[in-house]
């Protein structure tokens, strides 16, 4: 009932030439925790502050269940949207308790008094804040700020939550475990997540679907798998991680797959996005742990040398050299052992590679 | 497991639909008339339109009259302003004189602004006394008590030097540029001082925390981290300052008049003796105006580089110093010294005065209350005086926080055009002398057929036009520590714009709107400038009826006056602080 639906949104700061966001289209399925990733600047926070009403438009529409909330002649105003937000630095009101931040949207409804208490009570427990009713924001530390600001939204029972970097400011052990309770509690609710982060282990870790943003534009969108395993472009590879980019070359092509081989001399047939033909100069991009390696034998056709390993606990990091100098690094399981100089024959696994556009060098 | 059955109950009252009882705006039918027709239309609408009529409207008569010369439309009002030797003169005494006042006001503001905010300083209470009661005294009334200590004849220190010690030389005369600065320094640090301790609370210990782990010392770190942070409140303390001290014009009637050193406010007053010169008076402060706007926008180009959010949704948590003990009662000492010189030395003389047969070195020896009878039974002027400057001072205090608090909510949170420019016409007064504004009321409201003249309501324009910029700077100053995130996560529940402002806004900005408050509330209670020109017998305030009885020469029950006046004032003001203050005190730790 509360799919979200943007269309050619579009906004720009101080004149046309300052483009936040350009041309961005999306349909997100009611119930679905959906994250907005991209480095800062890249219009995301924007995105999510057009989609609360806080921003109007300069084209383009916003509709949730087919109504229409943004547009550039009229936008319904946050208060009217139905929708919670938690902001990056919480915006928990200073000159409340604890009780009366949460109690605050309660009572903009008219609950009765007794369902109020209710409701508080039970959000205050979910987020484990039980017996905190009576503190001052200042009193508290950051997580537990985080949590009132996150039960503030949620006990108001919105259809669409939406989060600015919410877990930015905890600390690293902090952050995982409100991760995985927000996980849980998005699951559990099924109110719809809009969750704007730059960092790609927490999109990957949350989502049901991510959307990729640079320069105000969409890259990619799709769920976690597709995103990691599938990048739509070197952009969106380079984002989501530490990737391997092989130059290389088109040798022909038929149909929707083409045979490449790359300068440090592996060569072997893939599907093809149909703007590259053949001739066509691209880039290879192999996550380390689409590399598998073996000892070399005297028909592998794609070899290298360990140049240098490191130890990581669950799995060891390698770098392998293969022909031109080009340094490969491969994640492989520290049982495997190999020694430093060693020769090594390189598998790729096929369906985890993938084929960008490479701009040539100019020669002369 | 529990926390699912919670949730369940959570879950179940989904269905039931919150969210729809949140009004949806395509079910309700609305012309397009009516939806822009809403509250913070209306509001801020009427806020620009009345900051039309009490100030852009007078403003534009005062240039009109300055450009209207016997023979047509001319420059000829300002060219005989700038050849002048007297008027050219009396624009250099103003520029000293707003020079020296904030150059010596920053010198005792800043130390106790940073002894009282951040470091161990006995007598942290007294320090903010003393401020307060600085602020709180009529400067027109340190004056009329410091020429009962220093007139070069009359004055008891004067006389002590001459027939006592018998050492003339030690003599000093009130009647100068010295003598200025004496008496407006007291009335002008309060600016710098309480905006200082306020921006001094709101930096967090962390920051300089940090420097000092990077090895700052306890000077370098006040030097370069604290003060950068503040600097912007203390900026606009000593603009505050400067402005003020140049539009003061009582205390430079009283002072600078019969010592010969003409300043503008002053010399405007001389051009409306008979034949009133309206036009060279209205080129005269139109050149104020410009010096005005000149500072305000050397400090707006420093705030718009500057800007520090430091009232984050996050609690913020000031530090103290631990300073050794020299060091703590040295800052003590000059707290004393400040309050010795800017509120013992002036209250103690005008009670001795007032109790005063006749006030001389033997005056212990005559003491009397027919001073008192006098001015409280006898001369009627007083009571009604009384109640004049009450119904205007509340109303124009409160009235101006509230404008004030509108206006600069435009400026900040919206994206209205021309938001910038509202904020610079709010502050144009600050370049009006009273005495110029009330010409400029007058000429307008002269022109229009509402009978306002000799009213109170004409006064009340008055004094609404005159404070409206303390009110705008300290709604703005309280409005810029609020991160819009906290209105904003109000919106996105619910809560509509007056349901924001009533319920996140003004609590947030109450202390700083409280202080605004008190900051209209107390000069508007002795306002003179203005009111001198615009009174009548029915519309006399009590500074007025003061003022009369000091040109008639009879200080003793002038001195009663005013210290009627002053119990008064303090009644006032903790009646005041009482009602609203308390809990804004508790706010800040």
């Known amino acids: ?364 | 497991m529990a926390g699912e059955a919670r949730l369940g109950s959570i879950e179940g009252n989904r269905a039931s639909g919150l969210v729809a009882t949140l009004p949806e705006p395509s079910s309700r039918p609305r012309r397009p008339w009516q939806s822009r027709l809403d509250l913070e239309t209306v509001v801020t609408g009427s806020a620009i339109l009345a900051l039309m009529v009490l100030v852009v409207a007078p403003a534009l008569s005062l240039v009109w009259a300055s450009f209207k010369t016997g023979d047509g439309i001319g420059v000829g009002n300002y060219d005989s302003v700038l050849s002048s030797r007297a008027d050219l003169r009396a624009l250099g005494n103003s520029l000293r004189l707003g020079a020296y006042v904030a150059l010596f006001s920053l010198l005792i503001a800043l130390p106790m602004a940073w002894a009282a905010a951040r470091t161990n300083m006995p007598g942290k209470n007294f320090s903010k006394l003393t401020a307060t009661l600085a602020y709180l005294t009529p400067p027109f009334l340190s004056a009329i008590a410091f020429v009962n200590l220093f007139s070069p004849n009359a004055g008891l220190y004067s006389v002590f030097v001459t027939d006592v010690l018998g050492a003339p030389w030690l003599k000093f005369n009130i009647f100068s540029m010295a003598g200025m600065v004496l008496v407006t320094v007291p009335h002008t640090f309060p600016f710098i001082y309480l905006l200082a301790v306020s921006a001094l609370h709101s930096v967090d210990a962390s920051y300089e925390e940090s420097a000092q782990i990077l090895g700052a010392g306890r000077l370098r770190t006040a030097l370069s981290i604290t003060m950068p942070l503040v600097a912007p409140s203390v900026l606009a303390g000593i603009l505050i300052a400067f402005v003020n001290a140049i539009a003061l014009f009582g205390s430079q009637a009283i002072i600078g008049v019969p010592g010969r050193i003409f300043t503008m406010p002053t010399r405007i007053y001389q051009l409306f003796d008979y034949p009133p010169e309206y036009g060279l008076a209205s080129a005269t402060s139109l050149i104020m105006v410009a010096i005005t706007l000149v500072a305000l926008y050397v400090q707006r180009a420093y705030l718009a580089r500057r800007s520090f959010v430091t009232l984050s949704g996050k609690g913020s948590r000031p530090g103290l110093i631990a300073l050794g003990q020299t060091a703590r009662w040295c800052l003590f000492g000059l707290t004393l010294l400040v309050f010795i010189g800017a509120v013992l030395a002036p209250y103690l003389t005008l009670l001795a005065v007032s109790f005063s047969k006749s006030w001389g070195l033997a005056f212990w020896k005559n003491l009397t209350l027919d001073n008192y009878r006098f001015v409280i039974f006898d001369f009627e002027q007083t009571r009604r005086g009384l109640a004049n400057s009450f119904i205007l001072s509340i109303a124009a205090a409160t009235l101006v926080v509230l404008l004030g608090t509108v206006i600069s909510w435009i400026d900040l949170r919206t994206r209205i055009p021309g938001r910038k420019a509202l904020d610079y016409i709010s502050l144009v007064p600050l370049g009006l002398p009273g005495i110029v504004m009330a010409v400029a009321l007058l000429q307008f409201w002269l022109r229009v057929p509402l009978p306002l003249y000799g009213t109170l309501w004409i006064l009340l324009l008055a004094y609404l036009a005159r404070f409206v910029p303390l009110g705008v700077r300290a709604a703005g100053a309280s409005l810029r520590q609020i991160d819009p995130s906290l209105e904003e996560s109000a919106r996105i529940l619910g809560a509509s714009w007056g349901t924001t402002m009533r319920y996140i806004t003004l609590p947030l900005a109450r202390p700083g709107l409280f202080a605004g408050w008190l900051l209209v509330f107390v000069p508007a209670l002795q306002e003179l400038s203005a009111s001198v020109l615009l009174y009548s017998s029915d519309s006399i305030t009590l500074s007025v009826a003061i003022f009369n009885l000091y040109e008639t020469g009879y200080s003793e029950a002038v001195a009663a006056m005013s210290i009627v006046n002053i119990i008064v004032i303090s009644i006032a003001i903790t009646i005041a602080y009482k009602l609203g203050g308390l809990k804004s005190a508790e706010m800040t730790p």
């Not at chain 1, 349909?27 to 679905?32: L, Y």
């Not at chain 1, 949460?102 to 208490?117: D, P």
């Not at chain 1, 009570?121 to 905190?132: K, P, Q, T």
């Not at chain 1, 939204?153 to 991760?179: C, F, G």
């Open chain 1, 1 to 364: 009932m509360s799919g979200i639906r943007l269309a050619g949104l579009t906004k720009s700061y101080g004149g046309a030439d300052v483009a936040a966001v350009t041309g961005l289209d999306l349909a997100i399925d009611s119930n679905c925790f959906l994250t907005l990733l991209g480095p800062s600047g890249c219009g995301k926070t924007t995105t999510l502050r057009m989609i609360a009403g806080y921003i109007k438009p300069d084209a383009g529409r916003i509709e949730v269940g087919g109504r229409l909330l943004s547009s550039p002649e009229h936008v319904v105003p946050p208060e009217q949207r139905g929708m919670g937000m938690v902001f990056q630095n919480y915006a928990i009101w200073p000159h409340m308790s604890v009780h009366d931040n949460v109690a605050f949207g309660l009572k903009l409804r008219k609950l009765s008094k007794a369902e109020i208490e209710r409701r508080v009570g039970a959000v205050l427990e979910l987020v484990n804040l039980a017996g905190y009713e009576s503190r001052l924001p200042g009193q508290l530390s950051g997580g537990q700020q985080q949590r009132v600001a996150l039960a503030r939204s949620i006990v108001v029972e919105p259809s669409i939550l939406l989060l600015d970097e919410p877990l930015s400011n905890l600390d690293a052990k902090l952050r995982e475990r409100m991760r995985d309770e927000l996980k849980q509690l998005q699951r559990r609710t099924g109110i719809t997540f809009i969750y704007v982060t730059h960092d790609q282990a927490e999109a990957l870790a949350l989502s049901d679907q991510i959307a990729v943003l640079d320069k105000g534009r969409l890259q990619q969108f799709g769920p976690p798998a597709e995103i990691y395993g599938r990048p739509a472009n070197r952009t969106v590879a380079d984002f989501m991680g530490l990737i391997n980019l092989l130059a290389g070359r088109v040798l022909n092509r038929n149909g929707s797959s083409g045979e490449i081989e790359t300068e440090a001399g592996w060569r072997g047939r893939l599907d093809l996005p149909p703007a590259i033909l053949a001739g066509a100069a691209i880039e290879l991009a192999v996550r380390p742990e689409a590399i598998r390696l073996v000892p070399a034998a005297a028909d592998s056709a794609f070899t290298g040398r360990i140049a240098d390993q490191t130890f990581l606990g669950n799995l060891v990091e390698l770098m392998v050299e293969v022909g031109s100098g080009t340094l490969l690094r491969v994640e492989s399981h520290p049982r495997q052992k190999f020694s430093t100089g060693e020769r090594v024959a390189i598998a790729l696994d096929e369906s985890e590679l993938s084929v960008f556009a490479r701009a040539e060098p100019n020669e002369g």
